[in-house]
C-alpha cells in the first residue's frame, strides 16, 4: 500500500496556479515557497520491503513518468540508475509505479545522490529514517 501525499503548507490552489496567500504577485520578495512545486502531489510507500522492482537489463518507463523522448535506461550503469528513480520519484502517482521501477536496496544505495524537490525528500525521510541516516553518514 502506498500514500498520495499533497504539499500545501497553507497555500490555496487558483485555477491556474498554486499561490500563497497574501501573495500580490509573482515578484514577492517573502522568500516564502510558492507555485507547482508547493502543492505537488507525491507518491511514498508505505514500506521499502513492498519495493522490488527490476534490477537488471534495460528499462523504458512509459508516457506517464518518463514524458520526453523514448529512452533507454540501463540497470547496470549507475547513472542511468540514478536519473530513472530520480524520474519514478518525482513523477510516480500509481503505488504500482514505485513497486514496479524501485528495489529497496538500490533506493538506499542511490539515496544520497539522487536529486530530488526537498519536499519530496522530505517526506520519504520522514517515512522511512533509514534514509535520512543514510544522507547523514
Known amino acids: 500500500m502506498t500514500t498520495l501525499f499533497t504539499v500545501q503548507g497553507g497555500y490555496w490552489l487558483g485555477t491556474t496556479a498554486a499561490v500563497p496567500r497574501g ?5 514577492d520578495m517573502s522568500g516564502q515557497p510558492w507555485g507547482f512545486a508547493s502543492a505537488r502531489r507525491y507518491a511514498v510507500a508505505e514500506t521499502l520491503d513492498e519495493l522490488n ?3 537488471r537489463g534495460t528499462v523504458c ?9 523514448p529512452r533507454p535506461f540501463d540497470l547496470t550503469d549507475d547513472a542511468d540508475v540514478a536519473v530513472m528513480y530520480e524520474t519514478v520519484l518525482r513523477e510516480s502517482q500509481d503505488p504500482e509505479d ?3 521501477y ?16 526537498a519536499a519530496l525528500r ?4 520522514n517515512r522511512f529514517p533509514e ?4 544522507a547523514a553518514a
Open 122 to 125: 522530505t517526506l520519504w525521510e
Open 98 to 100: 514505485l513497486r514496479m
Open 102 to 117: 524501485l528495489d529497496a536496496s538500490t533506493l538506499h544505495r542511490l539515496w544520497t545522490v539522487l536529486v530530488l524537490p
Open 23 to 27: 501573495v500580490r504577485h509573482h515578484g
Open 61 to 69: 518507463l512509459p508516457k506517464r513518468l518518463d514524458w520526453g523522448p
Open 53 to 55: 522492482g527490476v534490477t
Open 131 to 134: 534514509l535520512r541516516a543514510a
